[in-house]
């Protein structure tokens, strides 16, 4: 039989994604991913893109969490600790961004295009790190629920 209500699963899809980057992490998530490609572009422009590999994983990283967290999928395949996957993908991010940052703006005399990525990557490591530590306060406001919950000896 054919569906009869007339929405289709993309169309379900793009809702999904229109109402989930509204939300304080879709909008992280999404911002994460926008800066990676922006950054991505600055790298394969510049004379030497070796730079580049930190970029790529990031943003792929960033996706597959956008799109687990977007279709709920962290509810479905809870075999996986998704919060403290998600905090360790952004604190190594930051770590990351910041580092081949430093280095490419120090370093990137007479490559414009470097010295760009390098000051986005900046600006990313700051992204990722104000991530890390909103996960940081959602991890430290569960575990103080939970062992409140627990705790019932008398």
């Known amino acids: ?12 899809c793009l809702e999904k994604l229109k109402s989930y980057v509204k939300t304080p992490k879709g909008f992280i ?6 800066i990676s490609f922006i950054i991505l572009i600055c790298y394969a422009a510049s004379l030497y893109g070796g730079y580049s590999a930190v970029a ?7 996706i597959i969490f956008f799109i687990i967290f977007m279709m709920d999928l962290d509810k479905q395949f809870q075999v996986v600790n998704w919060v403290w ?13 910041i ?3 430093l280095i490419c703006v120090i370093g990137g005399a007479g490559d414009g295009a470097r010295i760009a990525g390098g000051v986005f990557g900046l600006i990313a ?7 890390t530590y909103t996960i940081y306060l959602q991890i430290k406001s569960t575990r103080q629920h939970t062992a409140a919950a627990t705790d019932d000896h008398a």
């Open 85 to 97: 996957s998600d905090f360790f993908r952004a604190i190594i991010g930051a770590i990351l961004y």
């Open 1 to 12: 039989m054919a569906d009869t209500n007339g929405t289709s699963p993309a169309a379900n």
């Open 125 to 131: 490591g700051l992204l990722f790190a104000y991530d």
């Open 99 to 101: 580092i081949t940052s």
């Open 29 to 34: 998530l999404f911002a994460e991913i926008l």
């Open 56 to 62: 790529i994983c990031e943003m792929v990283f960033a």
